[in-house]
Nanobody
Framework: QVQLVESGGGLVQAGASLRLSCAASGRTFSSFTMGWFRQAPGKERELIAGIRWVDRSTVYADSVKGRFTIFGGNAKNTIDLQMNNLKVDDTGVYFC????????????WGQGTQVTVSA
């Protein structure tokens, strides 16, 4: 059963902005961290941005630092990803994920939302 749902993807030109959203759906759960992953065509899935709920500290992949910002919502299990100055290499399927154990791996996943950036 899907417990995280992403939205906000689309087709944009390089330099444009998008804001992705993720919210819990279905059965409730507790998360310690949440993050956004990206799977580009022909590439492995990678962590783009993560947020720790206890203090809302964040981490970013080097490729998106200064361009993307992850936000934790007032409600738990809700996050956004503000993506600015999009590049063609940002193209991929973006997945929302959550880790339900302290220091544990991401084990809750959304279905993904497609982001396509054209030159």
């Amino acid at each position: 059963q899907v417990q995280l749902v992403e939205s906000g993807g689309g087709l944009v030109q390089a330099g444009a902005s998008l804001r992705l959203s993720c919210a819990a759906s279905g059965r409730t759960f507790s998360s310690f961290t949440m993050g956004w992953f990206r799977q580009a065509p022909g590439k492995e899935r990678e962590l783009i941005a993560g947020i720790r709920w206890v203090d809302r500290s964040t981490v970013y992949a080097d490729s998106v630092k200064g361009r993307f910002t992850i936000f934790g919502g007032n409600a738990k299990n809700t996050i956004d990803l503000q993506m600015n100055n999009l590049k063609v290499d940002d193209t991929g399927v973006y997945f929302c994920a959550a880790a339900t154990a302290l220091g544990g791996q991401y084990n809750k996943w959304g279905q993904g939302t497609q982001v396509t950036v054209s030159a």
